[in-house]
């Protein structure tokens, strides 16, 4: 894995396309029961609003690593703890088919200081083709 990362970063880091056979091919985004039915018909991405302040419009953010996607999630302005599984603020892990996605769209995650290749940032639409549910 930490060979994976140094390969991310500096592919990344060179703006050079990804070697699709080295690119993981799951990636994790976490986000909120309440979203899912426009993410299930929509996509991932595009021109709506984030969950931070900092994310920018029409990127995606996604993870090497399901539990590390689901940490942004738990870490968010929108999310408290106390929050009621019934407010729609269950948590739940998308899992990506990174090999159906241009691998020209990906970037480091700009937003994570020192990132190692854990994150990367993805431009574009997440087709929901591209998209399941992770189980752990």
Same mark, same amino acid.
């Given at each position: 894995m #930490?060979l *994976?990362?140094k390969?991310i970063?500096?592919?990344?880091n060179?703006?050079?396309? %990804?070697?699709q056979?080295?690119?993981?091919? #799951? *990636? $994790?985004?976490?986000? /909120?029961e309440?979203? %899912?039915p426009?993410?299930?018909n929509?996509?991932?991405?595009?021109?709506?609003?984030?969950q931070?302040?900092?994310?920018e419009r029409?990127? !995606? /953010?996604?993870?090497?690593?399901?539990? !590390?996607?689901?940490? /942004?999630?738990e870490t968010?302005? =929108? $999310?408290?703890?106390?929050f009621? +599984?019934g407010?729609? $603020? #269950?948590i739940?892990?998308?899992e990506?088919? =990174?090999t159906?996605l241009?691998?020209n769209?990906? #970037? *480091?995650?700009?937003?994570v200081?020192?990132n190692e290749?854990?994150? !990367? +940032? /993805?431009?574009?639409i997440?087709?929901?083709s =591209? *998209?399941?549910?992770?189980r752990?």
């Amino acid at each position: 894995m #930490k060979l *994976l990362r140094k390969y991310i970063r500096a592919s990344l880091n060179e703006q050079a396309s %990804l070697d699709q056979a080295r690119m993981p091919s #799951k *990636l $994790y985004h976490a986000t /909120y029961e309440h979203l %899912l039915p426009s993410i299930q018909n929509n996509g991932l991405g595009g021109d709506r609003d984030t969950q931070w302040t900092d994310s920018e419009r029409g990127v !995606v /953010y996604l993870a090497i690593d399901p539990y !590390v996607a689901e940490s /942004y999630a738990e870490t968010t302005e =929108a $999310y408290d703890e106390s929050f009621d +599984e019934g407010d729609g $603020y #269950k948590i739940v892990i998308l899992e990506i088919d =990174a090999t159906s996605l241009n691998q020209n769209m990906f #970037k *480091l995650d700009r937003n994570v200081i020192d990132n190692e290749g854990d994150t !990367v +940032e /993805y431009h574009g639409i997440i087709p929901v083709s =591209a *998209l399941g549910i992770w189980r752990n």
